[in-house]
């Protein structure tokens, strides 16, 4: 029989400490910028649909500043995890615009469907939906700004995976279907024809709201893993509409939503802060989902987390509003 020290298990366990906060920021920093083995500027709608359509692994498009494109723009080729292609403003402080061209009631700005791609330092604009990550893998939106759509700004859909949007500005969203218009949207309703299981989603220092019309995060059954963390709710404009009245719903299995802070803003459509509920059979849904750290005004109503159907842990949240109704449903501390 070993025995171990006091002094070795205080060493190990400060290691593992220390391990597991690199872990941590890790995951929550990812790597926005590479060396491009090609270097695409472009200045006009025409220029763009070319660099993407020609895109090779490596390849940096640059917008030229300030510009507006107008267009339904798609990236289709996959990059690599060395190589990834990026489309991104030359300037951070005066960002191109990439605005659709049928108007909030139709489209897409711009869809990406390859792998590993990072979408930087932009404006999406001007159409149904803003940005649509369409079974890709591993690509990253970083510094966006994503405004006046008619539905969802930014939709994960179709077994899209390991993808990140960070840093970024969602606001009026769902100007036509308040119902669909939800700041982020990870995965799909079980009824829509899409691969339900996305995995390993996250979305990270964001600044969501006001205006956005359905819930600021939206997860659905079959997203696994999703990490919400470090984002500020607005929820000044929220509807209440096909129950949007939270700024995050989660109907998805083992997400992390850490350290966001939310503010209702006197809108009584935002009954809570957060909620938990199962949707169907058909795919996981509404369990293992964690709630730690984070911190709502919520004008002295509803809960910070509520769990009417499914499950959830719950660690550490505060309120600011005087209120002491922190949790409620099928819940569980740490």
């Not at 109907?251 to 169907?280: L, P, W």
Request: charged share 15%; proline share 2%.
């Amino acid at each position: 029989m070993e025995f171990i020290s006091r002094e070795h298990l205080r060493k190990a366990w400060v290691a593992g400490l220390c391990a597991s906060l690199v872990a941590a920021f890790l995951v929550t920093t990812p790597k926005t910028s590479y060396a491009a083995t090609r270097v695409v500027n472009v200045s006009t709608a025409a220029q763009l649909t070319s660099a993407l359509a020609s895109a090779q692994p490596g390849d940096d498009i640059i917008l030229a500043a300030g510009v507006t494109f107008t267009g339904k723009f798609t990236g289709a080729i996959d990059g690599t995890s060395a190589a990834p292609i990026t489309i991104e403003s030359a300037s951070a402080t005066n960002k191109a615009i990439l605005s659709g061209s049928s108007g909030t009631g139709s489209g897409t700005t711009l869809t990406i469907t390859g792998d590993y791609w990072i979408v930087k330092n932009v404006k999406v604009t001007n159409s149904q939906k803003g940005i649509l990550f369409d079974n890709t893998n591993h690509s990253l939106i970083d510094g966006a700004e994503v405004y006046n759509t008619g539905q969802e700004a930014v939709h994960f859909r179709d077994g899209s995976s390991y993808c990140t949007i960070q840093n970024s500005y969602i606001h009026d969203a769902g100007v036509v279907t308040a119902d669909y218009g939800e700041g982020v949207y990870v995965g799909s309703d079980s009824s829509a024809s899409y691969n339900h299981t996305v995995i390993g989603n996250s979305i990270l220092n964001n600044t969501i709201g006001p205006n956005v019309a359905a819930e600021h995060i939206d997860i659905k059954e079959g997203a696994d893993g999703t990490l919400v963390q470090g984002n500020t709710f607005n929820g000044t404009g929220i509807s209440g509409a096909n129950s949007a009245d939270s700024f995050v719903d989660v109907k998805g299995v083992n997400s992390q939503i850490y350290n966001n802070t939310g503010s209702r803003n006197g809108n009584a459509n935002v009954v809570d802060a957060f909620q938990v509920h199962t949707h169907g059979t058909a795919y996981p849904t509404g369990t293992n989902n964690d709630f730690s750290g984070n911190s709502v005004n919520m004008d002295g109503v509803g809960y910070i987390v509520n769990v009417p159907t499914g499950d959830a842990k719950v660690h550490n949240n505060t309120r600011s509003d005087g209120s002491t109704s922190l949790y409620n449903g099928n819940y569980t501390t740490y």
